[in-house]
Structure formats: structure tokens, C-alpha cells
């Protein structure tokens, strides 16, 4: 925060999911603390140890699927040796007073994005990445209709120490589970509750609010310009069928979502241009916080709607979209207390800086 700024102190609430709220507090982000170095991040193309590095895939479980399917591979995807989920042993559901179980079954897989050790998102091709995107819908699909007892699939990436990851070769992860996650339902509920009530969805009504929407607002006494919100302001990349926004209510400094301009409910019926056009405004988004943040760690994530008949009445009012966690901090006392996240840059100010990332065509 700059000397010229005034300190922003508020709580602003995610259209999305109303109980979940962030507290803007700019003047946090002032106070004493330890400078940290980014974290190092290996770069080598190949490295002899490491079981996802090309030669070693005799390190790994068998290949679930390879893409290209035949020749030299650029994307793997094997079974995780310690899975959260797995099918190996089936345990009955019990219940015991208040005490209640469900069966863990699932599957948990790795995606090795690249068959380059050290190379990060943003510098692997927009082609790369489409082939990759197109071997996450292939395996989600495959899941979806292995077994009837998995409600949902989850893809997720955790980059560097900070995210979780454990092995710094890139990769992904996916996991089937017998449950919709609570935070997929959440929204699920919430956006069909909008729809009920307005007619339409509510990821579209934020996307064309990102685009058109401006206002000017004043303080009531003095007549002093409080905040102007302009066109624009929040979207940090756009291609043809694709926008990245930083969200008003940001969970995290430097939290980025990309959503397709258009309705869709449902991840896997993206494909050809549109999931190319994806990859490209991925690929930029993930440049631009990697110039601002100077090597940047992140989870990131997709939602989509969840498969099967008693979802089915929710395509209208559900936007499938990827959120993208930077990790700068750790959780204080008072966010895992209250439930209530704290952000100590303005979202505006992190959005601008983001676009003002010169980027090559």
C-alpha cells in the first residue's frame, strides 16, 4: 500500500456463497514482518531420481493414460501410491449414535503435466496444455462412468512447499469421491436459489457486471469520492471464450477465476477452439502472476457440475469456472477461528497490477 492510499477496512461478501465472507484490511498488510525469499523451484529438464522424469517409469504404478496414446508421452497419468481414496477395501457404513461413517471409497490419481522435471504452467505451450486439458476430461469421463458410487470428480494442482506440493515435478491430481464436496453443493444450492429468484445465472450476471459495469460512489457528508468502480477493473485476462476476474470478495491477495464466457454448466463438454482458448488464457493468466509474485506456489482447481440424475436439474443456473490460489500466507488464529478470511491487498490494486504485466502477443 502506498503512502497516497487510504487504509481498506471492510467486509465483503462473496456473491457466490454469502456466508463466506473476506475482511479487507489494507493496513495489515504494513505491519513488521520477516521479508521471505520465493521458494526455490528446480528447473532441470530431467532429473535421474525422480520417478515422473522420463526413463523412470518403472518408478510409478502402470500408465492409466497416455497422451499421445502412442509414442514419446508429454502427459501421464498414473495411480498415487498413498492415495486419501482408494478401491482397495471396501468398509460397510456404520452408524453409532451421532457418530456416522461413509465407506472411503474413490480414487485418487496423478496427472504428470509435463515430461520436462522443471518446467513451470506458464512456460509450457498453449498447444501442451490443450493436450493436457483434453487428458483431464478423458480420465474424468472414464471415472464418471466407471462405478455409479462416485458423485464427483475433483482436479486440483498444488505448485511449490506452500500449496502442499511434495514432488517438484509438475503435476496435477484427481480424485473421484462417493460425495459432492461441501464448498461444489454450496454453490450448487446458491446459484440455483439465484436463478429460482432472478431467471438467470449468477456466474454470468458477475461476468457481465466484470464487463460493463461502472459506477462512481460518494460519501454521503462530504461528498467525496469513496471508491469508483470502473469497466473492466477486475477482468485480468480475456480471449475468445475465456475471461480471468479477480473476484471483489478475494479469499486469498492474489486469487484469480476463469470462466467461460458462455453458459456451460459442465467441464467436460468444453472442447475443440473453446478448450484451446482456455489453455492460452490459463497460460497468461499464470505468467501474470508469476511476473508480479516473482515464482509463484498455488492451488488450483476446477469445479464443475457434478454428473448424475439429481444434478441434472441444475445445468441452467451452474457455471463450471477454475479457481487459482496463490499461497503468499499462512491462515492466522482469527481466519481459522471465525471462518472469515482476511485480505491484505485490495483486490483492485492486485487486479491492476496483474494487467499491467506486459505480456508478448
Known amino acids: 500500500m502506498s503512502a497516497q492510499e487510504k487504509p481498506l477496512r471492510e467486509i465483503r461478501v462473496n456473491p457466490i456463497i454469502p456466508s463466506e465472507s473476506v475482511l479487507v484490511a489494507t493496513a495489515r498488510g504494513m505491519r513488521p514482518k520477516k521479508a521471505e525469499a520465493p521458494a526455490p523451484r528446480d528447473t532441470r529438464a530431467h532429473v535421474e531420481t525422480c520417478p515422473f522424469c522420463t526413463g523412470n517409469e518403472h518408478m510409478t504404478p502402470p500408465a492409466i493414460l497416455t497422451s499421445p496414446a502412442s509414442g514419446a508421452w508429454e502427459v501421464r497419468i498414473v495411480e498415487n501410491l498413498y492415495p486419501v481414496l482408494d478401491d482397495d477395501v471396501s468398509n460397510p457404513n456404520f452408524n453409532f449414535g451421532l457418530q456416522q461413517t461413509i465407506d472411503g471409497y474413490g480414487r485418487h490419481e496423478v496427472v504428470i503435466d509435463h515430461a520436462n522435471h522443471g518446467i513451470a504452467l506458464h512456460e509450457m505451450s498453449a498447444t501442451h496444455l490443450h493436450l493436457m486439458l483434453q487428458a483431464f476430461q478423458t480420465r474424468m469421463k472414464q471415472l464418471y462412468q466407471s462405478n455409479e458410487r462416485l458423485k464427483y470428480v475433483l482436479l486440483f494442482k498444488n505448485f511449490g512447499p506452500a500449496a502442499g506440493g511434495s514432488i517438484p ?20 444450492e446458491h446459484s440455483h436459489h439465484y436463478y429460482t429468484k432472478f431467471g438467470k445465472c449468477i456466474f454470468c450476471t458477475l461476468i457481465d457486471e466484470a464487463l460493463t459495469f461502472e459506477a462512481t460512489i460518494y460519501d454521503r457528508e462530504s461528498g467525496e469520492i469513496r471508491r469508483r468502480i470502473d469497466v473492466g477493473q477486475y477482468i485480468i485476462e480475456r480471449g475468445r471464450h475465456f ?62 457440475l457434478p454428473h448424475g440424475a439429481q444434478h441434472q436439474g441444475f445445468q441452467a443456473s451452474y457455471h463450471w469456472h477454475m479457481e487459482i490460489c496463490p499461497r503468499t500466507s499462512i491462515p492466522t488464529g482469527f481466519e481459522l477461528g471465525s471462518g472469515l478470511f482476511v485480505n491484505t491487498i485490495s483486490p483492485e490494486v492486485a487486479a491492476q497490477k496483474l494487467r499491467d504485466v506486459a505480456l508478448p502477443p
Open 169 to 188: 515435478h509438475t503435476h496435477s491430481q484427481i480424485i473421484a469421491t462417493p460425495v459432492v464436496p461441501h464448498n461444489v453443493q454450496t454453490e450448487i
Open 243 to 304: 475471461v480471468a476476474v479477480k473476484p471483489f470478495a478475494s479469499r486469498f491477495e492474489w486469487e484469480v477465476q476463469i470462466f467461460p464466457l458462455q453458459h456451460h454448466s459442465d467441464f467436460l463438454q468444453t472442447d475443440g477452439e473453446k478448450l484451446l482458448d482456455f489453455a492460452q488464457v490459463l497460460r497468461r493468466t499464470m505468467a501474470r502472476l508469476d511476473a508480479v509474485l516473482g515464482g509463484v506456489q498455488y492451488n488450483y482447481f476446477l469445479h464443475s
